[in-house]
């Protein structure tokens, strides 16, 4: 985990700069959004590179009432050390036989279980703690990952939670899917999935589920598919300022703001003549005679090595590119003549705003998504937050949306436990 809140005043080789006011706009952004449903901030893997509990926080004071994490560790560390509000919901779901199931439940977590063996842990959890777990039944509708399949498996899955339920030793408080292709705006697997989740949905409700939220929606189905926003929406790239693809527009179409700039001081400027090779296998020869920047940061620090011949660089007023190689620990561009200083500043990506690129043109130039460019941003890179705004997060009230039946105890669903298929 990266909290360097150090000032940026001491010269550094490098560091990532991140903006908590743009991600509060962000949050306030999403939730104008989707104003129907609450926000889960996920702040999955050091919330995606920026540092999970600055920004836990920060997401929290502008709004969200749920953060999500994939590993239950991820969650019991914001848990213990956010100081977040009591009634900060943090669920988690990728689970593995053997986790830490007990730890979550005294931790207040949210769980999600996709099948037998993990509701089979949690309600043993459970009874060894003497309390219910919070318990989110997850539907594969079509991702093909983790999440539990429709017919014969679903009325299993559902029954056996029920049963638990009625037995006190979980509540149901979610039901919920993800989908596979909510980036690509029209893919006809998008209206499939939503089908399949209101029918699954539906059939767990018959069989007697009242959980608090029903939720598929990730950043880009919240950006495009206000029919997808149910009770909760799932945000993870988008509180980053971060557009989920070309497709889906820029982040400025939906008044997002990128959180993380990265800059590096440069760490040598010298004249070559022409015909010089740069770097391991002297993929670039200097053309002529030019002045070379040595940039004090490689692929150890989360520069994708394919971005070696094509990442762009801000540089002395211009966008340079890596020349050559991209080395562990460093890359070299060519400044073209310039004279610059050593110690002046290399802006790799930011906002956009001041003529840098964004870490979007990272992932053109690399060939791959910006989830990727922000979050192998490597722990040798501090972290330096910027805007950071009060520090005390006021009183959070949990909004309470979907359909919450007050006093609900389960009491009709005795069927569960002896009716393992759905008699239809
Ligand atoms: C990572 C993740 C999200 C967030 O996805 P974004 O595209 O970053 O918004 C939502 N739900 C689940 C299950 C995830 O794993």
Redesign the pocket.
């Known amino acids: 985990m990266n909290e360097t809140a150090t000032q940026p005043t001491a010269p550094l080789r490098a560091r990532a700069e991140i903006d908590l006011g743009a991600l509060r706009a962000n949050v306030r952004t999403l939730r104008a959004l989707a104003p129907g449903a609450a926000l889960?901030a996920?702040v999955?893997s050091d919330a995606?590179g920026h540092g999970a509990v600055p920004c836990a926080r920060a997401a929290v004071e502008a709004g969200a009432s749920w953060l999500?994490t994939?590993t239950p560790e991820e969650a019991l560390d914001l848990r213990a050390r956010a100081g977040l509000p009591d009634g900060v919901r943090i669920m988690c779901?990728?689970w593995t036989p053997g986790g830490p199931w007990r730890e979550a439940i005294e931790a207040d977590l949210d769980v999600?279980v996709s099948g037998m063996w993990a509701l089979e842990e949690v309600v043993a959890a459970a009874r060894a703690v003497g309390l219910p777990a919070r318990v989110q039944l997850k539907a594969d509708t079509g991702l093909g990952r983790?999440g539990c399949q429709p017919g014969d498996d679903w009325a299993e899955l559902v029954g056996a939670a029920l049963c638990a339920e009625s037995d006190g030793l979980l509540r149901i408080t979610g039901l919920?899917s993800?989908l596979a292709c909510?980036?690509e705006p029209g893919h006809p697997s998008i209206d499939a999935q939503l089908a399949l989740f209101r029918e699954m949905v539906a059939y767990a409700e018959e069989r007697g589920v009242r959980a608090e939220v029903r939720h598929i929606?990730?950043?880009?189905a919240?950006l495009t598919r206000s029919d997808s926003h149910f009770d909760l929406v799932?945000?993870?790239?988008?509180?980053?300022g971060i557009s989920?693809s070309p497709e889906v527009g820029s982040s400025a179409d939906f008044g997002l703001r990128p959180v993380m700039s990265l800059k590096a001081s440069v760490a040598l400027v010298k004249q070559v003549p022409g015909g010089h090779g740069v770097s391991y296998g002297h993929h670039y020869i200097t053309p002529g005679v030019t002045t070379l920047g040595l940039i004090p940061v490689g692929y150890a620090d989360g520069i994708p090595r394919h971005a070696s011949g094509t990442g762009p660089v801000l540089v002395g007023g211009k966008w340079r590119t890596v020349a050559g190689r991209v080395a562990m620990d460093q890359f070299v561009v060519d400044l073209g003549g310039d004279e610059l200083e050593a110690g002046a500043e290399a802006v790799l990506f930011g906002a956009g705003d001041h003529g840098e690129p964004t870490a979007e043109d990272w992932a053109q130039a690399a060939g791959t998504i910006a989830?990727e460019i922000v979050t192998r941003i490597g722990t040798r890179v501090p972290r330096v937050y910027v805007n950071e705004g009060v520090g005390e997060i006021a009183e959070i009230v949990p909004e309470v949306v979907g359909e919450v039946i007050p006093g609900y105890e389960g009491d009709d669903v005795a069927q569960g436990c002896d009716v393992k298929r759905s008699g239809t």
């Not at 799932?234 to 509180?239: D, Q, Y």
């Open positions: 889960m996920v999955k995606y999500g994939a779901w990728l999600s983790s919920w993800h909510a980036d929606a990730n950043s880009p919240t799932r945000t993870g790239i988008a509180v980053y989920p989830y």
